[in-house]
């Protein structure tokens, strides 16, 4: 079974501070995700990846950035936390480019930001 | 980015009770898919439908494909207490699109 790893489960970091948040997965997948799911809205694109070196935006990049420097590792940069921040961060990965199989999750990082 | 409408947003039914919940979208979608996530976890791939009008099953589970590819549905049937989480559809164009999801509670 494809394992998504997300570094760490909970998270407090303090405003302005530069936050990474770590996404590796183990079965040799190409495409990755990481969205953040807030009560009420469900699940939101923030940015993916297609390839190694190859990001693009998704439904609410700002605020956020990204690095995808060896295929099975995507990492998501907060590059000044803010309090409108705090989520539920989850990163996916998914095989190919075709999506009918669907996305597998991580178990999300919980971020507050104080 | 395209929008989905799940209803309802919370379900409290009793155990053994059957469970109907439902996507629209604006958009037509080549793929649905429904996932569940348990407290605390990431989202977990339940069923995934690929034509219109298909009607697919995993154990408890039913689940269809609208005809007109902008709506799908999820059955649960004779609820039991593992079935608490939240349910949620997702449509595929370039990428997935989720919906905002279904809390389902069951009461013993």
């Known amino acids: 079974d494809v394992k998504v790893t997300q570094s760490s489960r909970y998270l407090v970091k303090r405003t302005g501070e530069k936050v990474f948040l770590e996404c590796v997965q183990d079965?040799?997948?190409?495409?990755m995700f990481w969205y953040r799911q807030d009560p009420g809205l469900g699940l939101r694109l923030i940015y993916f990846s297609y390839d190694v070196k190859m990001k693009e935006k998704g439904d609410i990049p700002e605020g956020y950035s990204v690095s995808r420097e060896k295929k099975e590792r995507f990492s998501l940069i907060l590059e000044s936390a803010s309090t409108n921040q705090t989520s539920m961060y989850l990163c996916a990965s998914s095989f190919g480019r075709r999506v009918n199989y669907g996305y597998t999750f991580g178990s999300g990082t919980r971020l507050t930001v104080v | 980015g395209q929008q989905l409408n799940q209803s309802p947003q919370s379900m409290f039914i009793q155990e053994g009770e059957d469970v109907s919940m439902n996507c629209t979208s604006s958009s037509i979608f080549n793929t649905w898919l429904w996932y569940k996530q348990d407290p605390g976890e990431g989202p977990v791939l339940l069923i995934a439908l690929y034509k219109a009008g298909e009607l697919t099953s995993n154990g408890r589970l039913t689940a269809q494909f609208g005809i007109t590819r902008k709506d799908s549905f999820l059955n649960i049937s004779a609820s039991i207490p593992s079935d608490v989480g939240i349910y949620f559809c997702a449509g595929s164009a370039r990428q997935l699109t989720f919906g905002s999801g279904t809390q389902l509670t069951v009461l013993p």
């Open positions: 079965m040799d997948h190409e495409n």
